[in-house]
C-alpha cells in the first residue's frame, strides 16, 4: 500500500490563511487512520520532513485570488507537471517559505515522493484576528472530496 501524507498549510486566526488547516482537520476525521495528516505553521521550511518517506503527498494552502481564481475556488496541480501554472498563482503565505520554493528544493535535492498533488484555495483576507471568508468556508468540504478521491485511487492501486 502506498504511504500518503497530507499538509494543510497555514496561520491561525489569520482569516483565508486558515483554510489548509481546517482542510486538513476535515480530512483527519473523514479518512483512514493510515493517511498521515499534518498541520503546519511554518510553510516550506520543514520541507525535509514532511516530503521524506512517504509515496504520495499532499499539500493544502491558501492563495490569493485574482478575476481567474476568485474567492473560494480551488486549483489541484500536480508537481511538478504544473510547476509554471504553480509559479503563475499569486501565492500569499505568511510563512518563511512558499510552496513553489519548497518544492524546487525538494526537487534539486531529490526529495520529492513519486506523487505531489497541491491544491490551493483563493482566498483575500489575510489579516490577523479575522475569521474565514465563509465563501471559503463553504468550499473546504469540496476540496476535501477531490482529496479523497486521490486518497481512494491510490489505496485501491496500491493494493
Known amino acids: 500500500m502506498s504511504r500518503i501524507r497530507i499538509v494543510g498549510f497555514g496561520a491561525p486566526g489569520c482569516g483565508d490563511d486558515e483554510a489548509g488547516l481546517l482542510a486538513a482537520e476535515r ?6 487512520q493510515n493517511v ?7 510553510g516550506g521550511a520543514n520541507l525535509y520532513d514532511w516530503a521524506r518517506d512517504v509515496d504520495v503527498l499532499i499539500l493544502i494552502d ?4 485574482t478575476e481567474e481564481f ?18 503563475q498563482t499569486p501565492p500569499f ?6 510552496l ?6 525538494a526537487e534539486t535535492m531529490h526529495w520529492l515522493p ?8 483563493a482566498g483575500d483576507n489575510f489579516k490577523p484576528g ?9 468550499s473546504i468540504p469540496q476540496l476535501t472530496q477531490s482529496v479523497q478521491k486521490i486518497v481512494s485511487r491510490i489505496g485501491l492501486a496500491g493494493r
Not at 498521515?36 to 511554518?42: A, G, K, L, S
Not at 491558501?62 to 485570488?65: D, L, N, T
Not at 476568485?70 to 509559479?87: E, K, S, T, V
Open 27 to 32: 480530512l483527519r476525521a473523514i479518512l483512514p
Open 114 to 121: 513519486q506523487e505531489v498533488h497541491l491544491f490551493l484555495l
Open 36 to 42: 498521515e495528516i499534518r498541520c503546519e505553521t511554518d
Open 62 to 65: 491558501a492563495a490569493r485570488s
Open 93 to 98: 503565505h505568511t510563512h518563511q517559505w512558499g
Open 70 to 87: 476568485a474567492l473560494g475556488q480551488f486549483l489541484h496541480l500536480r508537481y511538478p507537471q504544473d510547476r509554471l501554472r504553480l509559479a
Open 130 to 138: 479575522t475569521p474565514l471568508s465563509p465563501k471559503l468556508f463553504q
Open 100 to 105: 513553489d520554493s519548497a518544492l524546487a528544493l
